[in-house]
């Protein structure tokens, strides 16, 4: 549930971690990556979840309520979306842009018509404005999700965990649990590190053993004792562009020193 949760070790151009889902904080949607989908990856992660629940693992943490609400056999017409729940930036920029009353500018009438063109919508009017916003929203997110959500669906009812959570309403927040709500330990953010292969190999490289020894042990003195707010930074995953490597310096001397960075550049996508 980890790989499934943070991303799995698969690249495909772009980064060396693909995730199947994507998204902000509790508003996690499939990814709209066609090789994924067309690779039966989604049916895979619904039988991960069912098997995972089943057994009392780990569960998928912070899907947004509109995806949840169409996997459990809602109409995408029905279910509550929000601009936040559309996880491609450009996207998410162009659609907000007809959210509320302001005055569109020439350039704005003409990106928000682009997109509108390319789902096969009208262009916007002031008489459409509204409609076009919520049209635009659930195509955004459930339409372009479907396929993913139905083989998420099927894997689902193929562990017989979906005609649970169809018959029972208080399971559901159990088998999605928000982010938010969901605590987060010492523990599970040293799990979820990937200690370099060079800390077992004899060819030391650009740092001597010791030094690499020193500087995981700091890292490791730094997480067990952080808050609870730093923690969750280290354990969320960033967009699909990032590679997901913490790179550390070795020329701290002291924990104290290597601390110090660590806080300063630990919400940073960039190296440290």
């Known amino acids: 549930m980890k790989t499934l949760q943070h991303g799995f070790h698969i690249n495909f151009g772009n980064s060396n971690t693909t995730l199947l889902f994507e998204g902000q904080q509790d508003q996690l949607i499939p990814s709209t990556s066609q090789i994924l989908v067309e690779s039966d990856l989604f049916l895979m992660a619904g039988r991960m979840m069912g098997h995972s629940f ?57 990106d928000v018509t682009a997109l509108a063109l390319t789902r096969d919508l009208p262009g916007v009017t002031v008489d459409n404005r509204k ?63 990937e200690w370099p292969l060079e800390l077992l190999s004899d060819d030391e490289g650009e740092y001597s053993m010791t030094v690499k020894s020193q500087v995981a042990e700091y890292l490791r003195q730094f997480i067990e004792n952080a808050s609870p707010t730093r923690l969750r930074q280290l354990v969320t995953s960033g967009p699909s562009t990032c590679y997901l490597t913490l790179r550390l310096p070795g020329h701290h001397e002291s924990y104290v020193d290597s601390a110090a960075q660590l806080e300063q550049c630990i919400a940073t996508i960039g190296l440290i």
């Open 54 to 110: 089943i057994h009392g693992g780990p569960c998928l943490s912070g899907l947004c309520p509109a995806v949840t609400h169409v996997l459990l056999g809602g109409s995408m017409d029905t279910a509550t979306i929000q601009l936040e729940d559309i996880a491609d930036l450009d996207i998410r920029q162009t659609v907000g842009l007809l959210d509320g009353e302001s005055q569109l500018s020439e350039s704005d009438r003409q």
């Open 131 to 193: 409609w076009l916003f919520y049209r635009m929203l659930q195509m955004a997110v459930s339409g372009r999700t479907m396929r993913q959500i139905k083989q998420i669906r099927k894997g689902l009812k193929e562990t017989e965990v979906f005609q649970l959570l169809t018959g029972r309403a208080d399971v559901v927040p159990m088998m999605f649990p928000r982010l938010s709500a969901t605590a987060c330990s010492a523990k599970t953010a040293l799990d979820h590190i």
